[in-house]
């Protein structure tokens, strides 16, 4: 174990105390800037034309009476830009605006750059595109199906294969079908996740700038120019490398700055058309350009929440344990690939913590449909096979008349272990964040005893800290932080990572802080520009407070032996004895001997010269599965969490009411509590909201255009708003992992998983009744309730009977003689 | 196919502007505008307090809520001309020259701005609420904050600050009372 994890609270001045973030006040003063915020001089208007169809053929674009409107200074089309981008290397099958093709209504095909936002859209209108339609595909099971009667929604690779299809996994560890077959009890069941979106309330918005010439010049040799784009994005460093692919600059001559961003959740994890377009109409007109999303393209941009399909087969033992797991996924991709190899992986992938699995098998598939292309939200890929597979434990802690809090804890993996798909589990507080929830909640007197029609329910789960392998394969740092210290007593940060809200600006000054001992209000953090901050690789996988943690550890304490050293030599003492704390250098044996930290700055300058460093932190390579697949997955360190939600099932009209929900998370140790918390809250409320109200659905033809969103407003996609949210209590179980900055790890998406499964279980303990359809709005509630009532089984389940494992009488377990 | 537009058709088709009066923050601004601007365009376009953002356009998320004679409003909503001779303050008036209001301050403590963007608009419906309820208790936060969404935060550290600020807020006219007794006597 590290130093650092060994360290208890006492031996931090600032780490684990809750603190102010360096931008709160910004935020709450209006201060803050947002990309949409900018206004640079002469900066044009652009907006982009989308596709009413949802699959056609592209047969001709007329962009003259466009080009011709007064105002107008650049219209672009697909041809403008043919190279194809993705977000992951190998599955590029994207343009910035369609070439042949549109495949989804909404995909963009041609975009304008005009004096005003009035302008542009009237150019819009003046845009001729003739289309011949095509069929198109928008349920899963029938592009799965295809023959290839009518185009695929991508040419296949190869002939006779079928061009729908983006990712098959299978994987199997283990006598999956002989421990199924062995097992005393199995329960099998389909589930459907509902597809669902991020909606940060910014929407997003990009502006991008030319400067032309200058010396600059291309990797052709010809003199090219610089451009520069501001964009609301969480992975400005494969935005970078993808402006400069498809436009065909040279990476060096491409800046990306990263103002505030107003919340991403995933939804602003990959390029996106409009970056693209300003960045082209701004080489084009020579002018700065804007776009910003209007809220009903953020909908069409999407990339949240695949639909998953899922059948679940699940095996245990009169004892209480696991034997077998077995899960077949079919997951709706839309129209394009965006992270979909990812998620196909952690759709089987991350399921084999917190319990120890025997044997597990997934056969996962991901499918284009016409559709906006999904993607990764918060939980990627994990959320809902965590939904089915909690549910089955809850069905499996009934059949084996267990109490589900005691059935997770008899099936505990433990920590320092392996999975059997064989991810390294380092820390695991899992167990800490059952007895929390257990505890908090009031579980004993509740559960199985409340009321009919008033419930509660338990659910576990893992998650990653950031993935061991980048998207693009290279051996380089995942994170990377500059400091230095000057003469008046500051240190000035350099981070690469993005700020969308998670407090990542703030970790970084709070490290320095704590390591070099200045006060909070010392700390500069420089941030958000790829012209002078080291790679970060983004807002992503929960990595960021886990990998820039530790390289900003790195970097801080290169410096802090340089300012002990110059201390030690000034008092002629050793090194080790210096302290720098609270805005001083003291004497650890006497601490009334101290200097202001300023004054041990300036000693150090004067020792070595301007004092600058750099930290690094890079992923362990060595710990991942030796099977294809085997690296997607492994992570640093894992998150655990548990969750109790309370409520009240009106059978009557099928109105759920989350009366509150405990989360409890194991984040490794808490850098700033309030933070911590609020990643939890916010979690928990985003989970609960997927439960109960938010559906990404689309139009058939009986009821509008089909493939059509259904809803593209915040009025229509429901959120839940301050009346709709539960009582959330996030209760932080700190396990201390050993190789997470001071011991922390993930706390951002973690918390999340639960949400669902464990309403679900609620309402299954209020009123007898199952839910394996999301979300739990009240007609499907009312539909099951119904059903339920017709076979008499709308009631209070029976209490468990079996004593706990590890009391007096409950054991060993006797195998009953079924 | 349509004619290239002149100039004529041009400025005959676009929209015409025109100069209002508003008063924000305390200070009056005249500024030119199209007809159809809201007051939040004006706000953010014209005057340049950015501070009041837009997360729908249509009145849905609250983002872009101010305080329009001493009411919360949906600056998305209201149409310039309707601002007119009405006071209106946006989260960059909330401040005094003695430091931030005791809002922004414990929601700046409480971590009740994650990303931020819905801040300035719960900010403006939260001053209104603790302008006309002292003592506000949960729910009654609950009821003032319904139009405001926001995503990151499930609202939980936002009733926290606004608690908080209710508490400093009161202790704050009970200490300028205190002076003021003092002073008379």
């Keep these: ?55 056609a053929r592209i047969v001709s674009i007329d962009t003259a009476a466009a080009q011709a409107l007064l105002g107008v200074h650049g219209v672009i089309t697909g041809q403008d830009m043919p190279t194809t981008y993705g977000i992951i290397p190998w599955t590029p099958d994207e343009h910035p605006l369609c070439v042949d093709r549109v495949r989804y209504i909404g995909d963009g095909v041609a975009a304008v750059a005009a004096v005003d936002e009035d302008t542009a859209l009237r150019a819009l209108d003046l845009i001729q595109v003739v289309y011949e339609v095509l069929p198109a595909f928008f349920d899963p099971h029938d592009a799965l199906a295809a023959d290839g009667a009518s185009p695929y929604v991508h040419d296949a690779k190869k002939e006779g294969w079928n061009g729908n299809i983006t990712k098959k996994v299978h994987l199997e560890f283990g006598e999956v079908d002989e421990l199924m077959v062995a097992s005393d009890v199995v329960v099998e069941d389909d589930y459907f996740f509902e597809g669902t ?69 995933g939804g602003k994890s990959e390029p996106f058309d409009l970056e693209f377009c300003v960045g082209k109409l701004a080489m084009v007109t020579g002018r700065p350009v804007k776009i910003l999303y209007t809220r009903e393209e953020v909908f069409y941009a999407h990339r949240g929440r695949h639909p998953f399909h899922m059948h679940y087969r699940t095996g245990a033992n009169q004892d209480g344990k696991l034997t077998s797991v077995d899960g077949k996924i079919l997951l709706d991709g839309g129209a394009y690939a ?62 084996l008349d267990l109490d589900p809090i005691d059935f997770r804890r008899r099936n505990f993996i433990g920590s320092d272990t392996r999975t059997i798909n064989e991810l390294r589990i380092t820390s695991n507080g899992f167990l800490e964040c059952l007895e929390a929830v257990e505890s908090a909640s009031g579980w004993s007197e509740k559960f199985r005893k409340l009321s009919f029609g008033r419930g509660l329910g338990v659910a576990g789960s893992t998650y990653i800290s950031g993935t061991n392998y980048p998207i693009y394969p290279n051996d380089m740092p995942q994170s990377a932080v500059q400091m230095q210290i000057d003469r008046s007593g500051r240190v000035a940060v350099f981070s690469g990572a993005s700020e969308i809200g998670q407090g990542c600006d703030s970790v970084v000054a709070y490290i320095a802080a704590e390591e070099l001992g200045v006060p909070l209000d010392y700390i500069r953090v420089m941030r958000g520009d790829t ?12 990595r960021v407070t886990f990998m820039l943690g530790n390289a900003a550890i790195d970097a801080a304490r290169k410096l802090r032996i340089l300012v002990q050293g110059a201390v030690a030599a000034e008092w002629n003492v050793k090194p080790g004895q210096v302290l720098l704390a609270g805005g001083y250098a003291m004497f650890a044996p006497d601490t009334a001997r101290r200097m202001p930290i300023k004054e041990a700055f300036n000693l150090a300058e004067a020792m070595h010269g301007a004092l600058g460093s750099t930290g690094s932190y890079n992923t362990p390579k060595d710990v991942h599965g030796e099977y294809r697949g085997g690296t997607i997955g492994a992570s640093p360190a894992y998150s655990f969490t548990a969750h109790v939600a309370e409520v009240d099932v009106d059978t009557d009209t099928g109105i759920v009411e989350v009366k509150k929900i405990w989360v409890a998370h194991d984040c490794g140790r808490a850098l700033n509590p309030v933070l911590v918390e609020g990643q939890m809250e916010g979690s928990a409320y985003m989970g609960f909201g997927e439960a109960l109200m938010e559906e990404q659905i689309y139009k058939d033809a009986d009821h509008g255009r089909a493939g059509l969103h259904n809803a593209p ?58 839910m394996t359809r999301l979300p739990f709005s009240a007609p499907n509630v009312w539909r099951n309730v119904e059903a339920a009532r017709a076979e008499g089984t709308l009631k209070k389940p029976a209490v468990p009977t079996r004593a706990p494992a590890g009391a007096p009488d409950g054991s060993p377990v006797q195998r009953s003689a079924d | 196919m349509q004619q290239p537009e002149t100039a004529a058709t041009f400025f005959a088709m676009s929209s015409t502007s025109q100069i209002v009066r508003l008063t924000v923050n305390g200070d009056v601004h005249e500024v030119g505008v199209p007809t159809h601007f809201t007051l ?17 356009d249509k009145g849905d998320c609250g983002a872009c809520t101010v305080v329009v004679d001493g009411q919360p409003t949906l600056a998305c909503l209201t149409p310039v001309w309707e601002a007119e001779g009405k006071a209106v303050t946006t989260v960059e008036g909330l401040a005094g020259p003695e430091g931030p209001h005791p809002l922004q301050d414990a929601f700046d403590v ?76």
């Design chain 1, 713 to 770: 407003s915040l009025l229509d996609y429901r959120i839940p708003t301050s009346l709709d949210t539960p009582e959330l209590e996030a209760l932080i179980v700190e396990s201390i992992d050993p190789e997470g900055p001071y011991g922390a790890k993930e706390a951002g998406e973690g918390p999340l998983h639960p949400s669902i499964p464990a309403i679900a279980n609620a309402i299954y303990d209020a009123v007898g009744v199952r």
């Design chain 1, 338 to 399: 965006s992270f979909g190899l990812v998620t196909t992986y952690y759709s089987g992938q991350l399921l084999c913590a917190p319990y120890a699995m025997p044997a597990y098998r997934f056969d996962s598939t991901r499918v284009y449909t016409n559709k906006p292309a999904c993607g990764p939200k918060r939980g990627h890929g994990s959320v809902q096979p965590r939904f089915a597979f909690e549910v089955q434990m809850d069905r499996l802690a009934e059949k």
């Design chain 1, 531 to 542: 012209d002078f901050t080291p790679v970060d690789l983004g807002a992503y996988s929960s």
């Design chain 1, 1 to 55: 174990m590290s130093d650092d994890a060994r360290k208890s609270q006492s031996d931090f001045t600032l780490i684990g105390s809750s603190m102010r973030k360096i931008e709160g006040l910004d935020k709450s003063t209006g201060r803050a800037v947002y990309t949409d915020d900018i206004t640079l001089p002469g900066m044009l208007h652009g907006k982009i034309l989308r596709s009413p169809h949802a699959h």
């Design chain 2, 40 to 56: 939040l365009e004006a706000l953010r376009y014209a005057i340049g307090l950015t501070g009041s953002k837009q997360g729908c």
């Design chain 1, 197 to 265: 979106t991020h909606t940060p309330i910014e929407p997003h918005c990009a502006i991008g700038s030319w400067q032309r010439g200058g010396g600059v010049r291309g990797s052709d040799g010809e003199e090219s120019g610089k451009l520069t784009v501001w964009s609301s994005t969480q992975v400005p460093h494969y935005l970078h490398r993808e402006l400069a692919r498809v436009l065909e600059l040279d990476q060096a001559h491409v800046r990306v700055l990263q103002p505030l961003v107003g919340g991403a959740f």
């Design chain 2, 110 to 185: 409480n971590g009740a701005a994650q990303c931020g963007f819905c801040t300035p608009g719960i900010l403006c419906s939260a001053v209104v609420l603790l302008e006309q309820n002292a003592t506000p208790t949960r729910a009654e936060i609950q009821d003032a904050l319904a139009g405001n969404l926001c995503r990151c935060t499930g609202y939980a550290k936002i009733y926290d600050a606004i608690e908080a600020a209710a508490v400093q807020c009161r202790a704050d006219v009970a200490n300028r009372e205190g002076l003021s007794e003092r002073r008379r006597t």
